[in-house]
């Protein structure tokens, strides 16, 4: 039985980290990234992408790896996804002019912003907007591409047609399908906004989960149709017939999971529901991690058991309680609950390496979810195997 957990990115001084994501490389290479929001953990915050790697079981973690910072312009975490096919590791990023203070911009506003940012960017010689940043050696050294991401035609309850596209927002990695009918394509949970809003209540109106999918090894990304109306980041898997599982965060202030079904690899969704096992925080939720591993690279499964699939969120009513749900049918239904922290907790991500046999959970985590922030601690992960997780539960 092996458990061991650390605080990976400690907040301090002016540097407050969250938003993570995780991937696992053929060889075993965990790189994790998050955002290092400056002076304050506030969303719209001065920030920049960071990563820490580390290359083989038991042996240290690397120096943390700022991977895009330019002086008076800040860097939002997107997502990771790796291709196990070519060995790249992708981290999405959204470069922006950071803003001194933030609020509901009108139009008119938000175009003197755009093209401020335009103009400072073209002078500095760098792009602005989303950016892929890839690396072809376990993460030594990056590349900032485009984001080439192709959009569809889409017309939301009671209005005109438009257009739309879709951006990552950390936790759920990507995923490489496996099976189906396009297996090597490569797959990630991103949301949509389709107009503004100013609460809560009106974001359930105009924002929407949806995913893009490439199928040339990210050069080209295609936009998604979404999942049900009012959510806002999701995570997703892929069963061994190739269907697309997906996970929502709502903003229905109901404390449930929204799910939606792809049977065509995730380029439509439908079968809308919500799941009564999953709870949520009872205000507006919280992002998650939803993660499928196979028997084939898992060979400790129980008789009878083809895969296992992982859910990690706060398990309470407020942002505590750290927990992953495990299900042996892909999410339909769990079969136990074993909770990592018990105090402040937020976003997870959830990675697996075949090599060693170790999950790896990297959350936000803090002293408790109600007094204070409940990432104040940093970002921390935990590592274990199969054993502790079907060990002894909560």
Known sequence: ???????????????????????????????????????????????????????????????IKELDQIDGWACSMGA?????????????????????????????????????????????????????????????????EALNLLPRPFTPEGREEMMITGYTHGCGAGIRLRHGKHPGRLLCPTRIITGEYA??????????????????????????????QGTG???????????????????????????????????????????????EEKEIGCNAAFFRVEKEDLPGLPQGVSSITLFSNPRDEIREKMSICYSFDNGKTWAGVKQVWEKGAAYSSLAYDKKSGHFFLLYERGPNGQAFHPYDDGISIAEFDLEWLLGQQN
Not at 206 to 216: F, G, L, P
Not at 245 to 263: E, F, I, P, V, W
């Open 80 to 144: 990771a996804v790796y291709d196990p096919a070519t060995d790249i590791v992708m981290c999405f990023g959204k470069r922006e002019l950071a803003r001194p203070e933030w609020h509901y911009y009108t139009d008119e506003e938000l175009k003197e912003w755009e093209e401020k940012e335009i103009r400072l960017a073209k002078e500095g010689g760098f792009r602005r907007g989303w950016s892929m940043f890839t690396s072809a050696d376990q993460g030594a050294t990056w590349q900032d």
């Open 233 to 279: 980041e999701g995570t997703l898997i892929e069963d061994e017939n190739g269907v697309i599982h997906y996970n929502s965060r709502g903003m229905h202030c109901d404390q449930k999971r929204y799910l939606a079904t792809s049977y065509d690899c995730g380029e439509t969704y439908q079968d809308f529901r919500t799941d009564d096992f999953l709870i």
């Open 199 to 228: 609460n809560f209540a009106e974001a359930s109106l105009v924002c929407y989960n949806n995913s893009m999918y490439s199928d040339d090894h990210g050069k080209t990304w295609h936009a998604s149709a979404p999942v049900q």
């Open 1 to 63: 039985m092996f458990f061991n957990e650390m605080i990976l990115f400690p907040t301090g001084g002016p540097s407050h980290f969250r938003i993570p994501s995780l991937v696992v490389t053929n060889d075993g290479t965990v790189l994790a990234f998050c955002n290092d929001r400056r002076a304050t953990v506030e969303d719209h915050a001065t920030e920049s992408v960071m990563m820490y790697t580390r290359k083989l079981p038991g042996q240290p973690w690397e120096s």
